[in-house]
């Protein structure tokens, strides 16, 4: 299919899409992006209100491999990733760590940055929900929620989205590919944004919480470039969130209010609840998924260690194994 039409969809503009894309992009194909959301990053999120700011998705990022640290040192020079050093405690029984320094990256002046930095340059078609993957002599079309059926057809379609979202799209289009995808378990979270009127007098401004419903809190306002009023983020563990799932968000938000208490947190002026359906993974590291004859691939955290580090190396990976697959670029 790709030996008949170079233009290439991409399924998901967070950062395992966006790198992708970019893969391809800077070889020559013809790619777009296409978004449920308003904006690019998926997890890597901001919530904003009048006078806050949180990031209610991945908190922090890591880089191990030298390609990783690479792009962080480029997002780094351009001013969109800077370093966080936050005064950290552990609550509960303690894993162990390797002992090694960690050095921990944020997006700033909110997560989605660097994502909005890899987009620069792109077509990202944000509001548009892909509902279903047409096959068509040359390729592919998509229909969307919003738009209906799009104009123009695509030698592959690249789903880089959550792996339970991945299944749905592929269920009638590819059996095999959807069941991998289905096989794949999405962990939940619900979030806490917390508003204070003052910054609460606590010995730490972020927690790993190895008890209890919450598992990580942090004091978003200690992030570097962040405004507005004094905000914290409480997030619960996986567990707890799958027991709770259809809670009121109320219901749940005042649990993980009363859990972050427990450590020693006032009562916040002012909170916002946001439950993740699907916030984290259970992921593989096979790697990405390219099948030539169908013109159908697959990319996420899920498929390759999870986390932001993942993605991003998962969607490079993609659009090497596309391009490997071209006869020539032009
Ligand atoms: C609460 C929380 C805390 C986290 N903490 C950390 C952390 O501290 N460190 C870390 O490294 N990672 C963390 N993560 C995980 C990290 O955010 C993810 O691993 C990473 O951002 C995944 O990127 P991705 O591109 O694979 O997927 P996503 O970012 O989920 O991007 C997928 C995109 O696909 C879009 N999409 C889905 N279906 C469709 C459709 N049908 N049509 C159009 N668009 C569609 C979505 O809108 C989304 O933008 C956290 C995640 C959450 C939610």
Redesign the pocket.
């Known amino acids: 299919m790709m030996n008949t039409t170079r233009a290439v969809a991409v399924?998901?503009?967070?950062?395992?899409?966006?790198?992708c894309a970019r893969v391809l992009q800077d070889a020559g194909l013809a790619v777009t992006v296409?978004?449920?959301?308003r904006g690019?990053?998926?997890?890597?999120?901001t919530r904003r209100g009048d006078d806050w700011q949180a990031d209610?998705?991945?908190?922090?990022?890591?880089a191990r491999s030298p390609a990783f640290r690479a792009q962080v040192d480029l997002w780094m020079h351009a001013g969109v990733v800077t370093e966080w050093q936050p005064l950290r405690a552990v609550f509960g029984p303690h894993e162990t760590s390797s002992g090694e320094p960690v050095q921990r990256f944020v997006g700033v002046p909110g997560?989605s940055a660097p994502?909005k930095a890899l987009a620069a340059g792109l077509t990202v078609k944000t509001g548009?929900?892909?509902?279903v993957l047409r096959r068509v002599e040359d390729g592919w079309r998509l229909e969307?929620a919003e738009h209906g059926l799009l104009p123009g057809v695509f030698g592959a379609v690249l789903?880089?989205?959550?792996a339970a979202?991945?299944a749905?799209?592929l269920q009638p289009v590819s059996a095999s590919l959807a069941a991998m995808a289905a096989g794949h378990r999405m962990l939940p979270?619900w979030?806490v944004m917390a508003r204070f009127d003052a910054p609460p007098e606590l010995p730490f401004e972020a927690a790993f919480v190895n008890e209890g419903p919450l598992r990580?809190v942090a004091r978003n306002s200690s992030k570097p470039g962040r405004s507005g009023r004094e905000c914290w983020v409480l997030?619960a563990s996986a567990a707890w969130s799958a027991v709770h799932l259809e809670e009121e968000p109320e219901v749940a938000g005042q649990a993980l209010v009363a859990a972050f208490r427990a450590l020693g947190g006032p009562e916040p002026a002012a909170v916002s609840v946001?439950r993740?359906r699907?916030?984290?993974?259970e992921p593989a590291t096979t790697g990405s998924v390219w099948e030539p004859e169908s013109g159908l691939g697959l990319?996420?955290?899920?498929l390759l260690g999870?986390?932001?580090?993942?993605?991003?190396s998962?969607?490079r990976e993609l659009g090497g194994k596309v391009l490997s697959n071209l006869p020539s670029v032009k």
């Open positions: 399924v998901g503009a967070g950062l395992a899409g966006l790198s296409f978004d449920k959301s690019v990053g998926g997890r890597l999120c209610h998705g991945a908190q922090y990022f890591t997560m994502a548009h929900t892909v509902q969307t789903l880089a989205a959550p979202q991945a749905a799209l979270s979030t990580w997030q946001h993740w699907y916030a984290d993974c990319c996420g955290d899920w999870g986390r932001v580090e993942g993605a991003w998962c969607g």
